[in-house]
C-alpha cells in the first residue's frame, strides 16, 4: 500500500512542481506552464476544460465499443457472423455528433484566434529581430538598441537557469499592452514565450506582430521554436515584467547603455542644416 502511494506521490509532484515555480519549465513537468496573461489563461482553459474532457471521452468511447466487440462478438459465442454492411440511422450519427462536436470546439477555438490577432493600442513596441544565434532587440520609441546572448554554463550565477539565461534582459511593464514587432535576419526563427501564450515566426524580410499583456510581474522564459540550425537551442529568450516605476528607471538606463544613436548629435544636425538654409 505505502510503495502505491509512493508511485501516487511521485507521479502527482509535477504539477505541484510546476505550480511553485511558475516562470519556466521543470524537469518532469506535465501541461503547459503557467499563465501570466490573460491570452495564455484562455489557451489554458480551452485546453484543459474542453479539449481535454473531449478526446478523454472520445478515446473511452471507442476503446469501450472495442472491448464489447471483441468479447461480445468473438467466435465462440458468435457461430455466424451477421451480414448486416450498412445502417442508415449510425451513418447518419456517426456523421452529426462530430460535426457537432467540432462546432461546440469551433466556438472558443475562433475566440482565442481572434483575441491573438487583433492588437490592442500598444502601451510598449519592441522589436525582435532573430539572427544566428541570438535576439537582438529595439525600443523603437525609445532610441533603445540591443543584442541578447545566451549566458554560457559556466558563467551562470546561482538561481540563473541554464540554457535559459540571457546578458541583455527584455524589461517591460505589468499590466500594460506590450505589442512586438519580429523579424529576422538571416533564416527562419520563432520569438516564444509560452507563459504569455505568445509564438510568432521570425521570417527575414517581413514584420509579424503579436501582443501581450503580462498580468503579473517575474522573470520569464522562452526559446527560439523554429529550427535554425546548429545553436537553435542556445537562443533564449528572457523577460522581465516589472512595475511601471522600475520600468522607468530601466528606460533612463537603458537608454545611455544602449543608445541606437546620439540624439545630441542629430539634434545638432537639424540645427545646422536649418541654419544653412535661412
Ligand atoms: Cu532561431
Redesign the pocket.
Known sequence: MTKIFKIICLFSLPFFYGSAFANQPKDWQLGFQKAASKGMEDIVWFHDYMLLPIITAITVFVLFLLLYTCVRYRESKNKVASTTSHNTTIEVLWTLIPCLILIVMAVPSFKVLYSQDTIPKADVTIKAI?Y??YWGYEYPDENIIFDSYMVDEKDLKENQPRLLTVDNEVYVPVNKVIKVMIT?ND????WALPSFGVKRD?IPGRINETWFKADKTGTYYGQ?S????IK?AF?PITVNVVTENEYKMWLEEAKEKFAKEDLNNNIKVVKKIKESIN
Open positions: 532573430g544566428q544565434w529576422a533564416v527562419l526563427h520563432a521570425a527560439c523554429e529550427l535554425c540550425g537553435h537562443m
